[in-house]
């Protein structure tokens, strides 16, 4: 991830077991206060007790921890609870308005703008699409939406911006090929700071993650994610990605490339290069299908517009997707030691479920002796993953747990 903030902090990391403990120290009372902000993301309302008991805090360092979040308007405290045995007990939650982030999504067909609150709430959004991702059509865009966004908060939420997120394939430039577009439309990209241009507009902290990465972060901490510790994420979009979570936290790998599993060579071949993941199981692929059986907008099928001749395509190029993505499943299931693979995409939701039905069934094909085979989920957040993703991005950067910076018994 690249992001102005110093050197070394990375807001990778955040999502927690409740089986973690803080501790009675000062020096520990940041972490303890990301524990409890941590607990309240996943959990909704709890009370100081049960905020203890899940801690292993004492009552009085958690009255200390809950008074000074609610002064700093990061909680909300509730009604309080009546009819429990001893003294009425008073619940709290995240305060959505006690910080806002603003996501910025620049994906190959579209750009998604976001304000989130601080417990996750989707405040304000905008949505442009587009045939061509030129860079400066896109910086235009952002100027052209930015500030209407920006209008749709409470007038005292524009002062308490934490940060921006944006969410971008690692690199637009060199693929215009397998976009259908000339040889070179996209080099502007390589001459554009994302983040430099975001944050000179935002006037905060801007942090850069792969677009996958993104999403899969949005299913860790808001969708399935949230109950499994370890999967692979698989995403279906215009290419094909991965993201990749062990110990509930996402992992992004030094140089951001975790989870390239749209790299992968899906076989043998008898003559050339084998053919990556990325040619099979891209939405590229399934677009080029549609227009030559003479459909020539493929992607009204995104959006509901699902013809005959359209289906069909659908289901002749899912056949070979899913082949393609249980190859990707099993060759990394030999591997790591996952749980689950959870399936998204660009795709409605019912042909999602179609797709992770067929490479379920090709999954049946292969011999797995010796292998631990990942159960298969559908995401529960779809299309809007990466948006989602790219404006928690301050919020997990400023409120997440690093495990690295204390040694805690657990």
């Not at 077991?17 to 902000?37: A, D, F, M, P, W």
């Not at 030691?337 to 399936?343: K, N, R, T």
């Not at 400023?398 to 495990?403: E, K, P, Q, V, Y």
Request: hydrophobic share 45%.
């Amino acid at each position: 991830m690249n992001t102005r903030s110093p050197a070394g902090q990375s807001p990778i990391g955040d999502h927690i077991s409740t089986t973690l403990h803080g501790g009675n120290q000062v020096s520990v009372g940041q972490y303890n206060e990301r524990l409890v902000i941590s607990l309240l993301r996943r959990h909704g309302w709890l009370t100081k007790a049960d905020l203890a008991r899940m801690t292993g805090l004492s009552a009085q360092t958690m009255t200390v921890i809950v008074k000074r979040l609610i002064a700093s308007e990061l909680l909300l405290s509730g009604d309080k609870v009546r009819g429990r045995v001893g003294q009425p007990s008073t619940p709290f939650a995240l305060n959505p308005l006690g910080a806002v982030s603003i996501g910025i999504k620049i994906g190959r067909r579209s750009l998604d703008l976001i304000a989130m609150g601080f417990d996750g709430t989707v405040l304000a959004r905008r949505t442009e699409r587009f045939a061509l991702p030129d860079a400066a059509a896109t910086l235009r865009l952002i100027d052209d939406n930015l500030p209407g966004l920006l209008e749709d908060l409470p007038a005292e939420q524009r002062t308490r911006i934490l940060g921006a997120g944006v969410a971008m394939p690692r690199t637009l430039a060199g693929w215009e090929s397998e976009m259908n577009l000339p040889a070179g439309a996209l080099d502007d990209w390589n001459e554009v700071d994302i983040v430099a241009e975001v944050e000179n507009r935002i006037g905060a902290s801007t942090y850069l993650l792969h677009d996958v990465s993104a999403a899969c972060l949005a299913e860790l901490c808001f969708g399935r994610g949230k109950e499994i510790q370890n999967f692979l994420y698989l995403y279906v979009g215009s290419f094909v990605g991965g993201g990749l979570v062990l110990s509930n936290q996402l992992q992004t790998g030094a140089r951001g490339a975790a989870a390239a599993i749209g790299s992968l060579p899906t076989g043998l071949c008898s003559a050339g290069i084998p053919p990556q993941l990325i040619e099979k199981a891209s939405l590229t692929g399934f677009e080029a299908l549609v227009r030559a059986a003479g459909r020539e907008d493929p992607h009204s099928f995104y959006y509901g517009e699902q013809d005959a001749t359209t289906v069909r395509v659908f289901a002749e190029w899912a056949e070979g997707a899913a082949q393609s993505l249980a190859f990707a499943i099993t060759s990394t299931a030999s591997i790591l030691d996952l749980d689950a693979v959870i399936l998204a995409g660009g795709l409605p939701e019912d042909r999602t479920a179609d797709l992770l039905r067929m490479t379920g069934a090709a999954l049946a094909s292969y011999n797995s002796k010796g292998l631990h085979m990942p159960q298969l989920h559908q995401a529960e957040i779809g299309i809007t993953a990466r948006a989602i993703g790219s404006a928690f991005l301050p919020i997990y950067a400023n409120f997440s747990l690093d495990r690295d910076s204390l040694l805690i018994n657990m």
